[in-house]
Structures are given as C-alpha cells and as structure tokens.
C-alpha cells in the first residue's frame, strides 16, 4: 500500500444532504487539504446538483471525477455518492491510486459489497468504510474482551437506535418485507435495517473477531408515516449466529424526538462466563429537567428525518452535552489517517465491510421469507 503523504489531499465525491458534510469537516480539521468535488459520470441531475451545493458551501472547485482524482496532491477519496454508484465510484477512484475512505453501508448489495473490496485489493490502497468502531466505548468493550475480563464469550447485544425525526402512530399491520430491492431512499426517509442497522452489525462482527454463520430478522414500521408511505422499514431485528458459537441480537432503527435523552442510543452489552458488562456510548448519569420539556423542530419537507447538517440551521432542540463524542466522523477519520500513515488499522477495511452488507442482505431475506438465512 502506497504511503500517506504528509499532507493529504482530499477529493470529495459525494454531495450535500450527505455524511459527506461530516466527512469534509473532519478532514479539514485534521489538517488535510480539501482540493475538489468531484462529479462521477451517470448521476442523476439531483445528486449532481448536491455535489455542486456542496463545492460551493466549501469554496472548492467542481470538476468531472476523473478530472479530480488526478489533481497534483490528491492522495485520499473520500466517497459518499448514492449506494448505487458506489461499486463505479470507488473502482475508478481506487484505479488512480487513491486511497479510500467510504460511506456506510459499503454498497447496496452483497454483490457490490464484494466488487468494491476487489477492487480495493486490485489496487493495492488503503481504504476504510465508516463506523462506530474507532469510538472510545467502542474500544473499550474489545480491550475488555481481549484482557479476558469477561472470560468466553457466551453471548451479545446491541442497539443502534436514532432519535431524530418526528414521529407519529402508524397504521398497525405486519410489514411484508422485500428480500431484494434497489430504492434506498435518500433525501425523505432511509432504510433503516440498511442505515442504522450496518452500526451495531459491524460493531459486534469486529468486536468478536468472527465471521457470521445465518441470520434471523423481522422489520417494522412503528414510528413515522413517512417510512409506511414510501414501504420502507423504521425499525428491525436480528439474531445472527456467529461461527464461535455466539448468538448476536441487534435492534436498530429510529424512534424520533423525545423518545431518548440524546440524538441516539448507541451501546453493545457483551454477556462473558465471569462477567457482563455494558459499554455506552454515553456514560451513566442523573438528568434533571425542568419540566417543561423542549419543541421539536418543525417540519422540514426537504429533511423530514433531520439528518443532515446543512438542513438544520433552523431551531431545534437544545442538545445534551455528550460526554463522550460520537458524530461527525472525527474519530474514524483521524483512525484512517493513522492507518495510512502506518499505525495498526483500527477501523473496517472493505473486506470486513463487504462481509457486513452480506448480513444486511441476509437478514432482509430473512424477514421477508421469515426463516434463517446463511450469510454468503
């Protein structure tokens, strides 16, 4: 793998309304220089239209992708193009020699999870996909783990799981769910098993250090109209056996304003023979209110779901002091940068990745056949 230089050069492919706004941020504020936008070929007029919203919020040029990655300087792409794109996106970024930094989930599919990791190691760069792992509880469950303090692990649980958006009674029905589909959503609402559920999903598969065996999942649509008038899922579900013989149960999805104290609730509970123990993004702690409570944001037809930056300029509620940061990318970002530098990788190569979607897709198979499904 091709050495980080001293200075990195970032280009970024992907636009606003994105995590790509977080990303930008957290290169920038780790000292790396951010040289374009650049525009992959194929996009559709609306997400080519966020690329140039986001160039010009920056102050950076718009240039076609194949334009931007041969900049003299660029060393890094930062890629957060639709899910669709993804497999194209990174191969031509990859095949000019530059390192990799990619949204979550991978890709869309098992199929474009694994193209994009070949491509990687085709390559020979670097590349690691966002997540929750670089965190500091996150850290300290695997230490946890590693020291023995748990003894054998016999068991593990996670939740991933987003207050923000609001929230109203749905019709109660079973969801049918969709084995394999090609809509995401972007802009409105997500997929949540896709979105949220890719956090806890990758924690616990790096945490044991395992590839998964089968999955078992359920869906649902319990909190948002939105999700229900597009068929999609707000919430899901998982049982996934790994090759250790640990059963992992994962629930992820987003449950609105008010339904949690933070932004989300993120944690990982690792049942051991000699002990369990429980590792939070946010640590224990007494809240006082005043009784009053807080409005939540209007609603934003642009953003319903609140989530990104750039659509959240009007007021909303005060936030709780985190003590322990989670978002904007800032950890993961600095982890990768260690990681090119030739520090011990510590975040979710493409491989890893590639094999997480595969559970992701695994599980949607499931819920929508209502059996257990192999992982691939």
Not at 215 to 226: D, L, P
């Amino acid at each position: 793998m091709r050495a980080l230089a001293v200075t990195a050069g970032i280009i970024l492919a992907g636009g606003s309304r994105s995590h790509q706004e977080n990303y930008a941020t957290a290169f920038a504020a780790a000292g790396c220089r951010l040289l374009a936008v650049g525009v992959a070929p194929g996009l559709d007029e609306a997400e080519a239209a966020r690329h140039a919203e986001l160039a010009a919020s920056l102050g950076l040029p718009l240039l076609p992708l194949e334009a931007a990655v041969a900049l003299p300087g660029a060393s890094i792409a930062s890629i957060c193009v639709s899910l669709p794109h993804r497999p194209r996106v990174a191969a031509l970024c990859a095949a000019a020699g530059l390192h990799l930094y990619l949204d979550k989930p991978l890709a869309g599919s098992a199929e474009d999870a694994a193209a994009i990791a070949a491509a990687v190691h085709v390559a020979g760069v670097g590349a690691q996909v966002f997540s929750h792992v670089t965190a500091d509880w996150a850290r300290a469950a695997r230490a946890a783990i590693r020291e023995g303090r748990l003894g054998r692990i016999l068991a593990v649980h996670s939740d991933m799981l987003m207050a923000k958006g609001l929230s109203a009674i749905v019709a109660s029905k079973v969801r049918q769910e969709h084995g394999t589909f090609t809509d995401f959503g972007r802009d409105l609402v997500k997929r949540e098993l896709t979105d949220m559920g890719i956090y806890p999903v990758s924690l616990v598969a790096w945490l044991l250090g395992t590839r998964a065996l089968s999955v078992q999942a359920v869906t649902a649509n319990h909190a948002f109209a939105q999700h229900l008038e597009h068929d999609v899922e707000d919430y899901g579900a998982m049982l996934v056996d790994f090759d250790d013989g640990v059963v992992a149960s994962i629930t992820c999805g987003r449950v609105g304003w008010h339904a949690w104290r933070r932004p989300f609730l993120a944690r990982v509970v690792i049942v051991g023979e000699r002990d369990t123990l429980v590792f939070d993004s946010e640590p224990p702690e007494l809240t006082l209110t005043s009784g009053r409570g807080v409005a939540p944001p209007g609603f934003n037809a642009i953003d319903p779901m609140e989530m990104w930056l750039s659509t959240q300029a009007s007021p909303r509620p005060q936030p709780a002091v985190s003590a322990i940061p989670l978002g904007g990318g800032t950890p993961d970002v600095a982890a990768f940068l260690a990681m090119l530098a030739g520090s011990e990788p510590a975040g979710i190569d493409a491989g890893a990745a590639a094999h997480h979607c595969a559970i992701i897709a695994a599980a949607y198979l499931s819920a929508a056949e209502k059996r257990a499904v192999a992982v691939a």
